[in-house]
């Protein structure tokens, strides 16, 4: 099988970094930092044409002066000084780029973003970027990013096209308690886009669950392809923003991005099976859960509840997200009649009523677990003076 494209992106063997820096308040700083504190065990090669050292490595005065092959070059300088760096790179037959720097399409400058890319396609050399944080890969324990703090390893990847949030979502997943097996800032994608990396996560046994913040959509038939074959081996949950005028003016000076219309991308997500979410913490809930959850093995689901209202309510957003609550309903009487009240339902909600505690809930999943044609089980509880929550949570 022919080797990932991206591969070396997130499990290069040499990380080099232009525009490392001594200095705490730079970017450059602190990218070296997080790859050295996160544990790389690739080669690391600060450059800089100062000279000096950080974190007791030596710096290198250019990407010339590197002996060996780089495989990942981050870049932290200036854009004005960035095209250079790019022909440096692809003279030194570099593999990937990542460009943290900001100032090129995102502001109109899309000549010199166009450039780089062709200097990079002449040589075989990929550009993650411009205008992003970098990329983490827990394969490697590589941070190459200047987010603050430890990322911590898991099993949910997430691609983002905005930096700020990308970085939030980081803090945001260590009060969650939700592990990454990568994070990628792909910002203005002038060349890999979220296609190319879904194309390493699909294989990547670490990575449970995919999340992928867009504000615009390049090479759209691409993108429909992979999906289609991600989500047939793991989930995928997306935010789109810039769902409104304004929303859609402000992505475009962001990313550069044009938003399109967001009813043919909520279709074309439906038919790709990827879930889309409306928030961060929405997004995050789902990863957290698909990550952790195995895999159905058939799509009826029963919901057991000690609440009509809530049952209601469950059945309702069931119908919204396409899970089916079809079992044949007089299997199910015969199934739970057994378990539940006189008084209860036995229709699907399957409703146990208020005056059930845990025992009785104990006797209806026991019974779902029992049948073939139940494939999932949504248990939903009020907390009643007969039912405690903390005990139905810890269950
Ligand atoms: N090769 C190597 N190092 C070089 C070179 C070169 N050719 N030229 C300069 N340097 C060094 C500098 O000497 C400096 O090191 P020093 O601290 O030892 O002096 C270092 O590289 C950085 O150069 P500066 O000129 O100090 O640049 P600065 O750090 O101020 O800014 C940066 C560079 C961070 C890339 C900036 O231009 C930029 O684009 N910032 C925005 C980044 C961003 O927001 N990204 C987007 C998404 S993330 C988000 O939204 C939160």
Known sequence: MAECSVKKLFEPASVAIIGASENPGKIGYNVLRNL???????????????????????????IEEVPGEVDLVTITIPAKLVLGAVKQCAQKKVKFLSIITSGFSEVGNTAEEKEMVEIARASGMRILGPNIFGIYSANASMNATFASGVIDPGGVAILTQSGALGIAMIGKTKVENIGLSA????????????????EYLIDDPKTKAIMMYMEGVKGGQKLIKTLKKVTKVKPVVVIK????????????????????????????????????????????????????????????????????????????????????????????????????????????????????GMADYEKCIRTAFERKDIHSIIILGCETAVLD??????A
């Open 241 to 356: 923003s810039g769902r409104s005028k304004r929303g859609a003016a402000a992505a475009a000076s962001h990313t550069g991005s044009l938003a399109g219309a967001d009813n043919i991308f909520d279709a074309v997500m439906k038919q790709c099976n990827v879930h889309r979410a409306y928030s961060i913490g929405e997004a995050l809930d789902w990863c957290k859960f698909l990550a952790e959850a195995p895999q159905v093995k058939g799509e009826n689901a029963v919901i057991i509840t000690n609440g009509g209202g809530i049952g209601v309510l469950a059945a309702d957003a069931c119908e919204q997200y396409g899970i089916k609550l079809d079992v044949d309903l007089a299997k199910l009487k015969d199934a739970f009649a057994t378990v539940t009240p006189s008084f209860g339902s036995l229709k699907n909600p399957i409703d146990i009523t208020g005056g059930a």
């Open 36 to 62: 050295v504190e996160s544990g790389y065990k690739g080669k690391i090669y600060p450059i800089n044409p100062k000279g000096g050292s950080a974190f007791g490595i030596n710096m290198y005065k250019s």
């Open 389 to 394: 929550g903390n005990a139905m949570q810890g």
């Open 183 to 198: 994070m990628v800032s792909i910002g203005n994608k002038c060349d890999i886009d979220e296609s190319d990396l879904l």
